[in-house]
Every structure is written in C-alpha cells, then in structure tokens.
C-alpha cells in the first residue's frame, strides 16, 4: 500500500472515533457548565472527585487494553472465534473485580476525596458526593469498555460512534433534570451530574452488544482455553502505567488544589475545554494500537510501522491546529463556564499552554499506542511513568511554590514535549525489535 492508501485507511477508521471523543468531551463540557451554575466549591469538587475515579478505573485497564490487542491481532489473522470467546470470558472476570473494587473504595470515600482535596472542607463535600456516586457505577464502566473496545479493535468504529454519540446526548438531557430537579426530579446538585454519567453509561451496554452481534464478535462465554490470563498479562503493563499516571495525576492535582479554590476550579474548566483537543488524541491512539495490531497478526511488520507513523502524522496535524485555535481564542471560550473573572483568567491561561502543547501529545500518544498494537505494552509503561514523574510531577512541587498554579501548568507543558521526542525515538528506530505476534 502507498502513502495516500494507508493515510485514507487511518482517515477512514479514525474519524468515526474522533466525533465519539468528541462527544465524550461534550458531555463533560455539558457537566461543567452545569456543575458551574453550583459555585466554586462544587467545580472544584468535580475536578477532586474525577481525578480520583479515573485512579479507580484503572483496574479494569488489564482487561480493556488486553482485550483490545487480541480482539485486533485474531481478527488480522482470521481467527474470529478466539475473539468471541475472549471478549465473553473477559467481560465475566473484569465484573467482578469491578465489583469488589467499587465496594471497598465506595465505604471509604471521604478518606480518598480528602487526601487530595486538603483543608478544604466545602470542596471535600462535593467531591464526595460526586465521587461516590461515580465508583459504584465501574462495573457498568468495564461492561461498556470491553464491548467498545472489542468494536474498534476491529475497524468497527463508526458503530462505537453512534453508541457514544447517543449516550452524549442522553447526559445532556439528563445532566440539567437531575443537577436542578425539572420536571418532577429532586435537585440532586453535583450528585445529579454524576448519576447523569452512570445512566448514559448504562444505556451503551445493550447497543454495543447488538452491534457486535452484527459484525460477527458477539460474546461467546467459554472458560476452557482461559483466555484471561493471556489478556490480563498483556493489558497489565498498560494497567500499572495508567495506575502510575493517575497516582502522579492525583498528586499533580494535589499541588493545584493546595493554590486554592479558584486554582481548583480554573484547572477544572481548562482541562474540559481541551479534551475537545486531547480526546481526539484518544482516537488515534487506538487507531494506531488497531490497525499496527492487524498488521502484525497477518505477519507485516514493515506495514505495521508505516501505518503507525502515517496515524501520527495525521494527528499531530489534526492536534496542532485545533491546540492553537483554542490558545488564540483561550479566554471567550472559557468564559461561560467561570464562576468569576478571576476563575476566568487563569482558566485561559492554562488553556493557552495547554493548546500550544499539543503537538508533543500528539507524539506521545499516537507512537505509544502504535508500539502497544505491536505486541508490547511495557515500553511505553516505562517512558509514561518515569515522564509523568520526572518531567511533571516533582517540577510541579517546585515551580507551585514559585509561579503557584501556572508553574504546575508549565511542567505539564514540558512534560508532553519530552515524552513527545522520546517516543518518536523509540518508534523510529526500534519498533521492529519491540514488535511481537501474540496470536
């Protein structure tokens, strides 16, 4: 395949998955110019109780990030009913881990809100309330995952599309009902936002199935070849690495909320508004770890690593400009969600590095999921968690007590770039020795 072939093959599979990352951004927009309405305190306490859940989620990562490896390098090598019978074994055990997870962290709620919030009792609160809330609903999460990542391991992604986009539209609607109580409904505040999130969650799950009956992948519950082990020991390194990046998230977040309340909050309001950015960053970072994981099951390794670099390619195009529009029009976008002008203009100043950072994420995470379609997930577990480290969490405990809450923006600024070299590094001259067939 030429250049212009396999640019319209990463287009073709990628854009359905933009406009479903697109759509995930929307609906938390859609919470945060809500949740806003509330005050600072509960923005605030939003941006607590997220980070903290998405700590959480990662236990279901060795079974998401696993599963889409496998499902993607069976279906290249035709091997369609090992890909049945893995999704249905993976969705049985990854529920019940979810399940205990949910649990236990649930009952102890307040201790992990508090331990990142620090002494601020009002953002304490709401985080809470909203985080509770949250974590009760992971196995719905992993249930909606696995299905998800089963489709667009197979090119299925337009069908991911109309799953998402449907879910998006149906947490709009029920994010106001629920936050002020129309129409009958009790005001259930910062709660309502985060039941808004679980139901639209739940609502994906018999959509997905149908869609993966219809492309020939629905679950085949089978526990003999216990596919399990392979998948969990091939979406471990991915799980430790998002482990290790949501603890140094945490920490990071830390940093911000000990500026303050409107630190908290402007952080809260800059990070949603760039998802529209980061979250298409997502789609290719699974379009590369895709279309690089059929290549390598049909045994072409060259073609795996010109198809990963032309999915960069595009979306450090795509990241670059989107990045620089948000920066040039940073403070009139982010007015509307700020409780305060003085929330207003921080908020545009992180949107600012942020938007013009976003070519070395680009980088980053589109090489990462390329080298982890390849058969090696523990490469880009090691660049993600000593970066995450070295280059953002321990330069943002110095520069917060320098800059305050820009100096941690700043060290997430030059975080991104270095990862976003080393990465092109590591693919460009070593992805042929780390590449390896699994199926």
Request: proline share 4%.
């Amino acid at each position: 395949m030429n250049d212009r072939s396999l640019v319209r093959e990463v287009i073709r599979i990628s854009w359905p998955m933009i406009i479903s990352e697109l759509s995930d951004s929307l609906y938390s927009i859609a919470d945060t110019y809500f949740v806003s309405k509330l005050g600072t305190a509960a923005l605030a306490g939003v941006a607590v109780g997220s980070y903290l859940s998405w700590l959480f989620f990662v236990t279901i990562v060795p079974f998401t990030m696993g599963l889409l490896v496998y499902v993607a390098q069976s279906y290249g090598a035709k091997e369609i009913l090992k890909a049945r019978k893995a999704i249905g074994e993976t969705i049985v055990y990854s529920l019940l881990v979810a399940l205990a997870v949910s649990q236990i962290v649930y009952h102890n709620s307040a201790f992990f809100i508090s331990l990142i919030a620090g002494p601020n009792p009002g953002v304490v609160e709401k985080g809470v309330a909203y985080f509770s809330i949250r974590i009760l609903g992971l196995p719905i999460l992993a249930t909606a995952f696995l299905m998800d990542s089963s489709l667009r391991a197979i090119g299925a992604t337009k069908y991911s599309m109309i799953a998402i986009m449907s879910s998006t539209g149906l947490n709009v609607v029920l994010d106001p009902i629920l936050i002020f109580g129309l129409f009958g409904a009790p005001a259930l505040g910062v709660k309502g936002a985060a039941l808004a999130t679980v139901l639209s969650i739940g609502y994906i799950i018999p959509l997905e199935f149908f869609f993966l009956k219809i492309t020939g992948i629905s679950p085949k519950l089978s526990f003999k070849e216990k596919y399990i082990t392979r998948i969990v020991k091939l979406g471990t390194p991915t799980a430790v690495e998002r482990a290790i990046h949501s603890i140094g998230g945490n920490a990071y977040i830390a940093f911000i909320a000990r500026c303050g309340e409107i630190a908290l909050a402007a952080h809260q309001i800059g990070i949603r508004i760039e998802s529209f950015i980061y979250m298409p960053g997502f789609a290719f970072m699974v379009a590369a770890s895709s279309l690089v994981g059929q290549r390598i099951g049909s045994g072409n390794v060259g073609e795996a690593k010109k198809i990963g670099w032309e999915t960069t390619k595009v979306a450090t195009a795509v990241m670059t400009l989107l990045g620089l529009a948000a920066a040039l029009a940073s403070y009139y976008i982010v007015k509307p969600f700020s409780p305060s002008e003085e929330v207003a203009g921080l908020a545009a100043i992180y949107l600012i590095l942020a938007g013009l950072s976003e070519p070395g994420l680009a980088l980053s995470m589109t090489l990462s999921g390329g080298i982890r379609g390849g058969g090696n997930t523990t490469v880009p577990m090691i660049i993600n968690a000593l970066g995450l480290y070295m280059f953002r969490v321990i330069p943002a405990a110095i520069l917060t007590t320098i800059l305050g809450v820009i100096g941690a923006w700043t060290a997430m600024f030059i975080d991104v770039y270095l990862r976003g070299i080393i990465f092109t590094i590591v693919f460009r001259k070593f992805f042929t020795k780390l590449a390896r067939k699994i199926v």
